[in-house]
C-alpha cells in the first residue's frame, strides 16, 4: 500500500499503516510533523525513517520541494 496523497506528488511511503521502519521511493531531505503541526523529525538524504519511536497516529512527511504525504503510524 502507498501513502494517501492529499495531493499529487513525486514521492511516495510504505507500508501504511507503519509500525517501524517506512520506506520512500527515492533519496530525499524530509521533516515529519504530527497532527497537531509539531516537527518531530528531521531527515537528510534518506530513504527510509525509523517510526517505531513516535506514538501511534497520523503524521504528515514533508519533502524538500514542499509536498505533503499522510502516513498513519499503528
Do not use: C
Not at 513525486?10 to 510533523?33: C, G, I, Q, R, T
Not at 509539531?38 to 514533508?62: C, F, H, P, Q, W
Request: no cysteine; glycine share 2%.
Amino acid at each position: 500500500l502507498l501513502a494517501q496523497n492529499d495531493q499529487s506528488t513525486s514521492f511516495n511511503a510504505w507500508p501504511v499503516p507503519v509500525s517501524n521502519e517506512l520506506h520512500l521511493n527515492k533519496v530525499m531531505d524530509v521533516a515529519v510533523y504530527d497532527a497537531n503541526g509539531l516537527r518531530v523529525k528531521v531527515l537528510r538524504e534518506t530513504d527510509r525513517i525509523d517510526m517505531s519511536d513516535l506514538n501511534a497516529g497520523v503524521y504528515y512527511l514533508v519533502n524538500a520541494e514542499n509536498e505533503t504525504i499522510r502516513v498513519v503510524v499503528e
